[in-house]
Every structure is written in C-alpha cells, then in structure tokens.
Nanobody
C-alpha cells in the first residue's frame, strides 16, 4: 500500500507564506514525479507545479516566481513553498505522486488528501 500524507495548509494574510509538505509512505520502488494541484471553489482542479526524480521543475505561469517546489528523496517528501500569496491562491491543494510500488513494474498515480489554503485579511 502506498499513502500520501499532506500537511501545511492554513489561513494566511495576503503577501504571506506557507509551506506544504507531501510524504509518500509504503512499499515503494521508485517515485518518478511529484505534483501539486489545487482546486478553488467553483473551479476545476489545476496543476500548479511538479518536480521530477532528477529535480526538474515546472510551474504554472500564475505561480511562477512565487511558489517553489522541492524534494527530499531520502524522506520521500515534496515541498511547496508558497510566497507572496494572494486571495486568488485560495484553494484546496492536493499532492499527486507517480510511484512504482515495490514488487511491480507498473507506475501508478496516487493522491494525497487535500489541504486548505485560505488567503484573507
């Protein structure tokens, strides 16, 4: 079994910062890519950022320069540092990981639980 545990959301004032964490646990052979998505009220879930096994990163344009994704391979954990937050960043943030479980040769995409980020004064 593979599980993703997400933490770090909360209420923050405009221009504030938060750091989200996503830890993958279980019998894992390889984690290829870890991604962050978000879903604002009334909107579709959108990809925000991803980091590959080799630490190549991608950001959606609206967060580029404000959010930073990183990865601690030893801890099977990805982080999303959110800086200079605005009300438009209010959403439930989800973690996704593309994982090859131990003992198999197929990759699966796993989701963590969402964490609420609310930006408000």
């Amino acid at each position: 079994q593979v599980h993703l545990v997400v933490s770090g959301g909360g209420l923050v004032q405009p221009r504030g910062s938060l750091r989200l964490s996503c830890t993958v646990s279980g019998d894992i052979f390889n984690i290829r890519t870890m991604l962050w998505y978000r879903q604002a009220p009334g909107k579709q879930r959108e990809a925000v950022s991803l980091i590959t096994r080799r630490s190549n990163t991608y950001y959606v344009v609206c967060v580029s320069g404000r959010f930073t994704i990183s990865r601690d391979a030893a801890k099977n954990t990805a982080y999303l540092q959110l800086n200079n937050l605005g009300p438009e960043d209010t959403a439930v943030y989800y973690c996704n990981a593309v994982v090859t479980p131990a003992g198999v040769t197929i990759e699966y995409a796993y989701w963590g639980q969402g964490t609420q980020v609310t930006v408000s004064s």
